[in-house]
């Protein structure tokens, strides 16, 4: 919920899984997972750029919609 509060709020920068990471005091495997389970649900999207990093961004579609979760 953090994330997604900080997502909303207009993060800055980048969302990587390594970010996410550290501002969820959690494991990168922990990390990985919550992405992926929003991911999954349409929460989160990748982002279009390349490169060896995985960027992540709110799906505008679940702010519109209102899927994000309580």
Avoid: Q
């Avoid at 990168?28 to 960027?55: C, E, F, S």
């Amino acid at each position: 919920m953090k994330l997604l509060n900080k997502l909303l709020d207009g993060f800055e920068g980048t969302l990587t899984s390594s970010k996410w990471a550290a501002i969820a005091k959690c494991s990168p495997d922990t990390a990985l997972r919550d992405i992926n389970d929003l991911l999954t649900h349409g929460v989160l999207r990748k982002t279009d750029g390349g490169g060896r990093n995985t960027d992540y961004e709110l799906n505008p579609l679940a702010e519109v919609t209102g899927y994000l979760p309580k």
